[in-house]
């Protein structure tokens, strides 16, 4: 079933968000408040209950960069501070190699008050450098990674199963996660690590951020394999919340033994 839903421009009060973070603490998810929709998209995510939670940052026309790789900036502030929102609700945050190797990110809570998640580099096949600014910054910093690679004092190294190039379903991934205490997961890039989980049905919830501009053409976001019919698309419950500054939230949330 698909509802689909619009509301009042969502905002970052602080007051608000401190409260937030206070049921977060002590609590388990809350049904939203009634016509809040800083609520509604986040009160779904409180608590200590396991979760994975996708994001993507994306133009009207799913499109998450130019055919040359530019991609700054597609979304506005808003759109980065509930990034940041997101950040500090989960335990840890993972991002694919190529994301690390693109936009040399921090992965930490800045935009708002809130804990620091764990950042988990996805580097199976050992790309990411060394000088890679993340691996260097306090907090805990995590790479899932096969063979001997050595990494920065401070690096934890989880191992991976399999052989070098050899694809791994995020069910391994999350396990390996979990093994290590990490049980809430933001899955924050890029593309196509995002649409792996997705495929496979790993995903609780995907918040697609659409930036108010139409590329027409260069890299997509979301890609899947193939289907012939319309009956195979995943059909998500989804709700639409805009930002300050023109963004749109594209709240997904894939109920549990219906991923489809």
């Given at each position: 079933m698909v509802?689909?839903?619009?509301?009042a421009e969502i905002?970052?009060?602080?007051?608000?968000?401190?409260?937030?973070?206070?049921?977060?603490?002590?609590?388990?998810?809350?049904?939203?408040?009634?016509?809040?929709?800083?609520?509604?998209?986040?009160d779904p995510l409180l608590g200590t209950a396991p979760l994975v939670i996708g994001q993507l940052g994306q133009s009207l026309d799913g499109?998450?960069?130019?055919r040359t790789g530019h991609s700054h900036y597609i979304n506005g502030s808003a759109a980065l501070t509930h990034l940041h929102c997101l950040r500090a609700l989960v335990d840890a945050v993972l991002v694919g190699a190529g994301t690390v190797i693109?936009?040399?990110?921090?992965?930490?809570?800045?935009?708002v008050p809130g804990?620091?998640?764990?950042?988990?580099?996805?580097d199976p096949n050992g790309r990411v450098p060394n000088s890679a600014r993340l691996w260097h910054t306090p907090g805990r910093r995590?790479?899932?990674?096969?063979?001997?690679h050595p990494r920065p004092a401070g690096v934890e190294i989880l191992p991976l199963p399999g052989a070098a190039g050899e694809a791994l379903p995020p069910s391994?991934?999350?396990?390996?996660?979990?093994?290590?205490?990490?049980?809430?997961?933001?899955?924050?890039?890029?593309?196509?690590?995002?649409?792996?989980?997705?495929?496979?049905?790993?995903?609780?919830?995907?918040h697609l951020l659409m930036g108010p501009l139409i590329i027409g053409s260069g890299l997509p976001g979301l890609s899947l394999p193939p289907i012939d019919r319309l009956d195979g698309a995943l059909r998500p419950v989804t709700r639409c919340y805009p930002l300050?500054?023109?963004?749109?939230?594209?709240?997904?949330a894939f109920p549990k033994g219906d991923p489809e």
């Open positions: 509802a689909l839903t619009a509301a905002e970052f009060p602080l007051e608000r968000w401190h409260a937030l973070l206070d049921r977060h603490a002590r609590t388990r998810a809350l049904a939203p408040e009634p016509g809040c929709p800083f609520s509604a998209i986040f499109r998450i960069a130019t693109a936009d040399d990110p921090l992965l930490t809570v800045r935009h804990p620091q998640p764990a950042r988990v580099v996805l995590i790479v899932l990674q096969r063979g001997n391994i991934l999350l396990e390996t996660l979990r093994a290590a205490g990490l049980t809430r997961v933001l899955v924050e890039g890029g593309a196509t690590t995002i649409s792996h989980f997705l495929a496979a049905g790993a995903l609780d919830r995907l300050c500054g023109g963004d749109i939230v594209v709240d997904c």
